[in-house]
């Protein structure tokens, strides 16, 4: 039996929920917090080929922008398009309806080696 | 980490803590620079109430002296002859080449007596250059350790008078000594009315603690003091003045009496001449980005052409107008409201719209 969904976490502070062969990403509620109040999110265009690491998405708070990364190759399937006018969602459900986008995932064995959610929240202390 | 290891701590830091502030690095502090209310709240909070701010890591500069008068007027193009007893005045150190040392706020305590307040980074440099500057004059020159916060917003002259402070009669752009030890001026960094409030570090805790339990009042980071700054289209120095920009260029000519633009004895002042007369090369304009996304300082700007214009010297979102809002210089035939101009971001071009500052009506009255 595997579970219907699994959920990684990266160092960089991003979550990975993978269902059915595809992965939804966004920023944990550690990085929203640290971030503060979001006010822009720069989301890329589906269709867009992505590799691992590439900066994909840009948050914006008020005081300063930071990049968040693909966490794995693949294709652009999907953006949260209601970020565009309400980017504050990122803070007040980072890790639901504050999603960032969905992609396809071209390697699963680049998932291998990432945070469960017990070891993501050990990593914070 | 030896680099946060040799920040300095503000002497009211557990206070912050026990208040919820994250710190950040800046100037060599560390600074709180938010509190639980979050960035945006701390923003509005400010403006529709009051915000209190620990700004200890300013540095107030004594002078006194029988010379201290000869010496103000040789460091800043001010008219020191008429500046009359408590009025503070927003000036500059210059260079022999009128390029801006720090921009300060000069008090006048007595005839012999002044207050600089400096800013935190240029501090050392600034207190070095006063006393170069002052070798052969008859003054004291000293640094005080105090603590310096400031209350600012609508409601900061109620909140003060209820501390036992009567401030009814005080002007903006003036200042005192309240108490022995304490240094106070109706000024600040935001746009609205407030107050600045030196005093020593033993009273601190106490006042601080007093201000911060009247409901109307809440502790605002450093985040937040840069965007309500930004909005009122206030300098800050490191980005948008430095030794290289000069007063005219950076827009600020209404701090320079008219009297001293065409020369006097103060340092800088034949060059700063030459550029009044000549007109600057660039200008300080306020930036308005179309869309939402944040321009920020750093980011170069093109003509349509694609030739240079200038560059964004400070940028980000202003919670209050709800729009990105950001400053810099360009090409002083660029320099007209309405000129629109691209920002490249992240390779990607950003139209921005030439623009009044500031970007919202100050409710700061002038003196």
């Known amino acids: 039996m595997t579970p219907l969904s699994t959920t990684y976490y990266t160092e960089d502070h991003e979550w990975i929920r993978v269902e059915n062969g595809v992965a939804t990403v966004g920023i944990t509620d550690h990085a929203q917090e640290q971030l503060g109040d979001l006010v822009f999110i720069d989301l890329p265009s589906p269709g867009a080929s992505v590799s691992k690491g590439d900066a994909l998405v840009v948050v914006e708070s008020v005081k300063a922008a930071s990049d968040v990364y693909a966490p794995v190759d693949g294709e652009v399937k999907s953006v949260n398009e209601a970020l565009t006018s309400e980017p504050g969602l990122v803070n007040s459900a980072a890790e639901g309806d504050g999603w960032l986008w969905s992609m396809s995932i071209a390697d699963e064995s680049q998932l291998e080696g990432l945070m469960d959610a017990e070891t993501y929240k050990k990593s914070l202390d | ?83 009359s007893l408590g009025a503070c005045k927003y000036t500059f150190l210059l260079n022999d080449n009128a390029g801006i040392i720090d921009d300060l706020i000069v008090t006048r305590l007595a005839d012999d007596r002044f207050m600089i307040v400096a800013n935190a980074g240029r501090a050392e440099t600034d207190e070095a250059w006063i006393r170069t500057v002052a070798a052969e004059h008859d003054v004291s020159i000293e640094a005080l350790d105090r603590v310096f916060l400031a209350l600012q917003g609508p409601y900061a002259a109620a909140v003060m008078a209820e501390t036992g402070f009567d401030v009814s009669d005080m002007r903006f752009m003036s200042g005192g000594e ?33 201000l911060a339990a009247d409901e109307r009042v809440s502790w605002i980071g450093l985040a937040a003091r840069d965007s309500l700054r930004l909005e009122a289209g206030l300098c800050l120095y490191g980005n948008d003045l430095d030794e290289t920009t000069d007063p005219v260029s950076a827009g600020l000519t209404w701090a320079i009496p008219k009297t001293l633009r065409a020369g ?104």
């Open chain 2, 178 to 210: 309240p108490r022995p030890g304490w240094f106070m001026t109706r000024s600040g960094y935001t746009g609205e009315d407030g107050f600045e409030i030196a005093m020593p570090l033993d009273r601190a805790e106490t006042f601080a603690e007093t």
């Open chain 2, 1 to 83: 980490m030896t680099e946060s290891e040799s920040l300095k701590q503000l002497p009211l830091q557990a206070l912050h803590e026990r208040a919820g502030a994250k710190f950040a690095p800046f100037a060599g502090w560390s600074m709180p620079v938010s509190y639980p209310l979050g960035v945006l709240k701390e923003h509005l909070h400010t403006r529709e109430h009051a915000g209190l701010f620990d700004i200890s890591h300013m540095r107030l500069i004594e002078v006194a002296g029988p010379d201290a008068a000869d010496l103000v007027a040789r460091l800043c193009p001010v008219e020191v002859a008429s500046q």
């Open chain 2, 264 to 367: 006097g004895s103060y340092v800088g002042a034949s060059r700063l001449a030459e550029i009044f007369a000549s007109g600057p090369d660039e200008k300080r304009v306020g930036l308005q980005a179309e869309g939402r996304q944040p321009v920020r300082a750093g980011a170069p700007l093109t003509v349509s052409d694609g030739k240079p214009a200038g560059r964004v010297t400070s940028g980000g979102f202003g919670p209050s107008v709800e729009h990105p809002v950001a400053m810099g210089y360009v090409r002083a035939d660029l320099a007209q409201t309405g000129t629109v101009l691209s920002a490249d971001v992240r390779g990607r071009p950003i139209a921005m719209h030439v623009t009044k500052l500031p970007f919202i009506t100050k409710r700061s009255q002038k003196g």
